[in-house]
């Protein structure tokens, strides 16, 4: 019997397909074999989820496996190294020990630099002398919250910078058990204005879940904005549609809205192709029509988006469904980002070429800019001086509110993806320059959807 529905409806109910199902998706597509036993494979080591909705409405199964959509969602060959999918070949098959398997996934994942930018030792908050499990307390006004039970997502990406929340080991985890930590946290910090209520996917919960969560935040008044990272728009749009508790959603945003709170739903978009389904535009229209603002967001990343065509389109198209283009990201050095990265040289002349093609009001984007240890730094460009080539960066975002807004320099490198691949100018201010220095080799904090 086979697994998947024909095809997908509005009304459909959600139910995600992993590792188990890849046969039978490939059957139905027609996948080479060789395209679905690296899936298995390297599912053993990376997340791996889709659903319906985006087998059936997103991926172009003509220009599989070449196809965004279908990089974006299906572990590929070259996101690990060729050693490494022997191995996992070998203890995988007829004769192979599941104990070595185990111990040689453990492996590859601990040298996949699973938890970038030491987040969960340097943005963990306290309270009473202790930490506070699921949360993080970067920039000073902003605090992220890991609902426990919003820690998947409807599908999985296969850049995602937080893969290791979903590969099922404890320790890798940020989660909440609920909000009781965060409303004493903010009790005594009034400094923080928004809570950006992150994952994973926040609205993988159900609506009564997520109003457990969101309804104490209204009793803080020092809290202004809301924020909601969500790529729930582009993967499963039913959610604001036509899951059973859609209305109750967009009421619970009309509350917040209404509470005199800044609800933004920080959506994640990677592709244009996302926004191009009668849902997906319906599921905009509904969260615009509780008072929400929808701010879009994505990394840039080899396979998927790393054209200047793609991003001009993606953001015209953001705009036209009343969505406010937000950030370009870097792609942030964890899982198989020898695979995805851009480097910053090109990530610059792809920003510049998209956004040079669009109109004033979707120039509020900002980018390609990379999240890193001190803060957000933008690569506002490449300059020649008769002392050399530049990258001209600027801290958009800092741990060090003294840092915030400032200009700074460093050496162009055509290869360079990273801030800690960057030889600073001398001319970079002391403070600056140490601040930048101090970013650990490897400790990328750039990101999709989630961070503030
Ligand atoms: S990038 Fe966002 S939507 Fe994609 S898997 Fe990661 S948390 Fe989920």
């Not at 060090?400 to 990273?418: E, I, K, M, Q």
Request: net charge neutral; glycine share 8%; aromatic share 8%.
């Amino acid at each position: 019997m086979t697994l998947l529905a024909a095809s997908v409806t509005d009304t459909a109910r959600f139910r995600a397909y992993g590792p188990r199902q890849i046969n039978e998706i490939a059957t139905r597509y027609g996948l080479p074999e060789d395209v679905r036993e690296t899936v298995r494979l390297f599912s053993l080591v990376l997340p791996f989820r889709v659903n319906e909705y985006v087998l059936s409405q997103l991926v172009d199964w003509r220009r599989a496996p070449e196809d965004p959509i279908f990089q974006l969602v299906f572990p590929q060959r070259g996101m690990l190294t060729a050693d490494d999918e022997l191995l996992l070949a070998r203890l995988s098959g007829e004769g192979g020990s599941r104990a070595e398997l185990d111990a040689a996934v453990r492996r590859i994942r601990a040298r996949l630099n699973p938890h970038p930018a030491g987040q969960m030792q340097l943005n963990v908050p306290r309270h009473d002398g202790a930490e506070l499990p699921g949360l993080q307390h970067k920039y000073r006004e902003t605090v992220l919250y890991f609902p426990g039970q919003g820690q998947t997502c409807h599908s999985y990406c296969t850049y995602c910078f937080r893969w290791a929340q979903f590969v099922g080991e404890a320790d890798l985890r940020f989660a909440a058990p609920g909000p009781e930590g965060l409303v004493s946290y903010l009790g005594e910090h009034p400094e923080v204005s928004d809570v950006l209520v992150t994952g994973g996917d926040p609205m993988v919960m159900s609506t009564a879940r997520l109003r457990s969560h969101l309804e104490p935040l209204l009793g803080v008044p020092t809290v202004r904005t809301i924020r909601i990272g969500t790529k729930s728009v582009a993967y499963w749009p039913q959610r604001f549609v036509t899951d059973k508790d859609a209305d109750d959603a967009l009421r619970l945003f009309e509350e917040v809205v209404a509470s005199g709170r800044n609800l933004a739903v920080m959506a994640h978009f990677s592709h244009p192709r996302e926004l191009g389904t009668d849902l997906a535009r319906q599921a905009l229209r509904r969260i615009r029509s509780t008072g929400a603002l929808v701010y879009c967001q994505a990394p840039i990343i080899a396979h998927v988006n790393d054209d200047a065509e793609t991003w001009a389109e993606l953001w015209r198209t953001e705009l036209a469904a009343g969505a406010v283009p937000y950030y370009m990201f870097v792609e942030r050095d964890t899982g198989p980002h020898d695979y995805f990265k851009v480097p910053l040289a090109r990530s610059v002349e792809v920003f510049r070429a998209a956004y040079r093609e669009l109109p004033g009001l979707a120039r509020t984007v900002r980018g390609p800019v990379m999240s890193a240890t001190p803060g957000k730094v933008a690569v506002d460009g490449v300059e020649q001086t008769p002392e050399g080539r530049f990258f001209r960066l600027r801290m958009l975002q800092a741990r060090n509110p003294a840092l915030v807004g400032r200009p700074f320099r460093a050496h162009y490198s055509a290869d360079a993806s990273w801030l800690d691949e960057l030889k600073l100018d001398t001319s970079t201010p002391a403070d600056l320059a140490e601040a930048v220095r101090g970013t650990p080799k490897g400790s990328g904090n750039g990101q999709s959807k989630s961070l503030a």
